[in-house]
């Protein structure tokens, strides 16, 4: 969703964003299958694969090699995502492309679907049959018209299975008049069955890793989906610790009611955590109104953790301005809350990144002194009257460019910290 491709030639409706596209074409399936042949990949090569699209292509490729007069087919699952409800597949024999494509909240509201007859099949459960060689059948929805003038004579679309208010459904469409010969249905139908098997398993897949990326950031999320789940389980790394907080929130939450309040945060924390995912940071709690998040030095490296913790910062706080200048609508009223003020620490160490906590509830997080000793350097920023502040480990790590304009503000006591810290307000 974050870096969506260019559709073309392909367009796609309001809602609906092109997130990968594969066109191996023909060639990712042998010239010469039969309805065994077919079967027989499915039960046993097909198994190894990690890509849906990727799967799916070949999948339809054989099909077609199979003589079963398949030339388009989709596949379009429900999923667990904050801002994404489902995703599809696309392919078809005529441009060679197959398409993954997601579908943001909106799309279930919009024309494009609800007037598609593959509406009735994911809301309702229904298997639908539209004859595109009569007039009927190709006015039916524009989607309809489109496929007939495309030269298809006949769509079909039925349900795979049921995923929570939606059901998963998969469409096919052929150019043979007549449609679909009555020698291909059952072997078609019984080709499916079988894929339906795999749709489920990577179903459930994704939406694991979407529920770990959610809760538990991508880096954290993965090292969990990859067995790291007993308490301990973990590792020390070098990184740059960055730690936000809100001024005044105790005060904000005793004026407002909890929903106002939640939409205030909501808003502060959409900017803050764009800005630390936009920069390679992860993002390991929300506490309260702050957050923590690090700069790994291993995957990033020194100089450029440093740079991406600072980059981050500093666009949140242009992030949180322009809130403030122009609050959007779902705001409470801008007299009982107005303006956002937030502090940024930031400091560099080692912590331990891994499982903690008890034996049947775990936190994935980081742990240690420099999670600490950021938090101590966060809390500067009110008694300095500044918005962003640095140990000079970090300054000491910036490349040349940017430590240009960092302001020294002496040394200064940090609580559990043997001898005062320089710090530097950018």
Known sequence: MKTTLDPAPRSYAPHVYLVDRSQRGRSCAPEQQDFEDVRNWLLHEATGFDSV???????????????????RASLHIGTLHPRVIGFSWLWNSQDGFCDEIAADAGAIKHATFTRNPLFKVMAEGQTIKVDLESAEGAGSAPLMGELADQGYTVYVAWPLSSAGAMHNAMTLASTRPGGFAPQSRDRIRALIDVFALHVERHILHRIA??????????????????????????????????????????????????????????????????????????????????????????????????????????????????????????????????????????????????????????????????????SRVESLCKPLGRELLMTELVRASLSEDLVTGLNAMGEHALRGVGKPVAIFAA
Request: aromatic share 8%; net charge negative.
């Open 53 to 71: 699209m990727l799967m799916f292509e070949e999948f339809m490729w054989r099909c077609q090699a199979a003589g079963l007069g398949i030339d």
């Open 209 to 374: 890793s979407n529920v770990a990326d959610t809760y538990l950031g991508p880096i954290a999320g993965q090292r969990v989906l990859d067995g790291e789940i007993r308490r301990g389980d973990g590792e020390a790394i070098e990184a740059v610790v960055f730690i936000s907080d809100m001024r005044g929130f105790t005060q904000l939450a005793d004026r407002l009611s909890g929903p106002e309040v939640t939409a205030i945060l909501n808003a502060y924390f959409d900017r803050v955590s764009a800005a630390v995912l936009g920069h390679g940071g992860d993002i390991l709690k929300f506490m309260g109104d702050g957050l923590l998040a690090v700069f790994d030095e291993k995957s990033l490296g020194v100089s450029a953790a440093a740079d991406a913790a600072l980059g981050a910062s500093k666009v949140a706080l242009a992030a949180i301005d322009a809130l403030n200048e122009a609050p959007p609508d779902g705001l409470p009223d801008p007299a009982l809350w107005h303006p956002v003020r937030i502090g940024i620490g930031l400091h560099r160490g080692e912590v331990f990144f891994g499982n903690v906590g008890g034996e049947e509830r775990l936190d994935f997080t980081v742990i240690g002194r420099a999670v600490n000793e950021t």
